[in-house]
């Protein structure tokens, strides 16, 4: 298991030293077994506007999970979210993403996936 957690925080605008951006992140990866890992990824960000007046803050979110199904075939699950409903980043969003992907190992060193249509 591992746990990394990171914490930034300073003066973020153009041509300004007003307006202080906190983001925070952290991530988690656990293999229960050799042939299985899990991740979470959690994101925490706010800052004041460079007026001073109003707050912006996001969030998101990310899980992912792999498995080994045989020596030469894995698969892999990824699902993340992203809430920034104040606009922080120039347009309000919410966003939602879910990804299946299939690996194969052709022989040492060589890996192909993809991602189902």
Not at 15 to 44: E, I, K, W
């Amino acid at each position: 298991m591992s746990w990394f957690n990171t914490f930034y925080t300073g003066p973020e605008k153009t041509s300004t030293n007003n307006g202080h951006r906190h983001f925070y992140d952290t991530v988690l990866t656990v293999n229960p077994t050799t042939r299985t890992s899990l991740y979470a990824n959690f994101d925490y960000g706010r800052e004041n506007a460079p007026s001073g007046r109003g707050l912006r803050e996001w969030v998101a979110i990310g899980v992912a999970g792999r498995i080994q199904t045989t020596e030469h075939t894995a698969l892999a699950l990824r699902y993340e979210n992203y809430n920034d409903h104040q606009g922080s980043h120039r347009k309000a969003a919410a966003l939602n993403s879910f990804t299946l992907t299939g690996e194969y190992k052709w022989c040492k060193g060589s890996l192909a996936t993809g991602v189902p249509a």
